[in-house]
Structures are given as C-alpha cells and as structure tokens.
C-alpha cells in the first residue's frame, strides 16, 4: 500500500510543488528527465500501460517493465534545501493557522527567525537524538557549559528543555533539518516571492534579535529553530 501512496499520489504531489515553486520558470531538463523517468518506473508495478506510454515518451531503452528499479542515489540528495523546504512550508502552514484563528487578511507578513544562541541549543538536542541519547540533564549540563549560554541563565537552561520535549517525538526528517539548516533567513530571503505570491501579501523578514526590527506585539521571542515567530499586520 505504501508503494502505491507513493508512487501514485506522493510523487505528482512533489512534481506539482516543485513546479509551483519554480514560479513560472522552467526546471532543467536533465533535472525533469530523471525525476519523470524514476516515476515510470515505480508506477509499472501499478499501472503498466500508463507506465510504458510514458517510458516510450521519455525516450527510455527497452521495456519499463525491465528496466531497473530505482534507487535513492538516482536523484542528488541536498539535505539544507530539503530543510529549506520544510521551513518555507511550516511557515505558510502557520500563517494559515493564524489567519483561521484570528480572521486577519494580512497585508504584511512579518517573520522572526531564531537568533543563533537557540540554535546552537537545539543543534546539541538534534545531535543527542541522532544517538538516541536525548537526556534532558546531559543536554542542559552541556548548553550551561558554554560561558555565552551561562550568561543567559535560566533563559538558556529553559530552552535546553523545551529543546528536548519538542525533539523527543520529532519525525528524524526535522531532527536532520536542524544539523542541515545553514540560515534560516537567507532561505526564506531565497524563498521571499514564493512566500508572496502564496500568501497574497508582502513579506519581511528579521532575525528575532535584529534591534531594528518592527515588533510591536513582541513575537520575536517566541522564534524558535525551524519554527519563526510570525506577526500579521492587516
């Protein structure tokens, strides 16, 4: 069953994003080819015809039937855009949210993005979960070690927890995503028109601890790593 929810519904799901996050431009050719070819192939288990049509039209050799099954290293894996892609839509996830939740038709979209102490807590977090190690009082002992974290007192020992509760049942997707996330604002600057153009209005983007930023409701504080804080301004 899980073949068939892959192969039939999950694969055009990320073909038809992938499009719409090109924003009109066209993708590569190459990069179309391989992803198109690695989708006949897992659909002739499932609807052979269909399968071999397409097989033909793409130009492949032989029988689609024996050709050989796909394999992960087919398609060139980048771990920080996949983790750039989760946070571009855990942020149109949570301003969805929002606008369900408090009837606002946002003009402008403000985004926090965690400061880098935050990060460096839950980049040990993910690391311990990796291992299957995750210990709140080994996390905190560690964190408390570092003389900029001591200096935030209860501030940084309070996040080293939450660190540990928001990971303990994390899908490893998100926990990798943490170790591979260089900026979260240089992806979401990458990702600026998209954001608009699917949330119908302009978006701003900050780190939470930018003293320049516009704030008025205080959210920043509230960013944590792959999850920014977001104020809508109607």
């Known amino acids: 069953r899980n073949a068939i929810q892959v192969a039939m519904y999950m694969v055009p799901r990320d073909i038809s994003r992938y499009l719409k996050r090109r924003m009109g431009s066209s993708p590569a050719r190459s990069t179309a080819l391989k992803i198109a070819r690695v989708w006949a192939r897992l659909l002739a288990p499932i609807v052979p015809h269909m399968a071999e049509e397409l097989w033909s039209k793409l130009g492949g050799e032989g029988f689609v039937s ?3 099954w796909p394999t992960p290293d087919e398609l060139a894996e980048d771990k920080e855009a996949e983790a750039g892609e989760m946070l571009v839509d855990t942020v149109l996830e949570d301003v969805e949210s ?15 993005t965690a400061p880098e102490w935050k990060w460096e807590v839950y980049r040990l977090a993910a690391e311990q979960a990796l291992e299957g190690k995750l210990d709140p009082r080994e996390l905190t ?5 570092k003389p900029e974290m001591r200096a935030r007192g209860k501030e940084a020992a309070d996040l080293a927890k939450k660190a540990c509760e928001d990971l303990r049942a994390a899908p490893r997707e998100l926990v990798e995503a943490l170790l591979s996330m260089r900026s979260e604002l240089s992806y979401l ?6 954001l608009e153009a699917e949330l119908d209005a302009e978006v701003k983007l900050y780190m939470a601890d930018d003293p320049q930023r ?11 790593p792959m999850k920014p804080a977001i104020y809508l301004e109607a």
Not at 104 to 112: E, G
Not at 141 to 145: E, F, I, L, N, S
């Open 98 to 112: 929002i606008v369900k939740a408090t009837k606002i038709k946002p003009r402008i979209v403000h985004i926090y």
């Open 66 to 68: 024996a050709a050989k």
């Open 214 to 224: 516009y704030d008025p409701a205080d959210r920043a504080k509230r960013a944590l």
């Open 141 to 145: 002992r560690q964190v408390m070690a």
């Open 189 to 194: 600057e990458s990702a600026k028109s998209y």
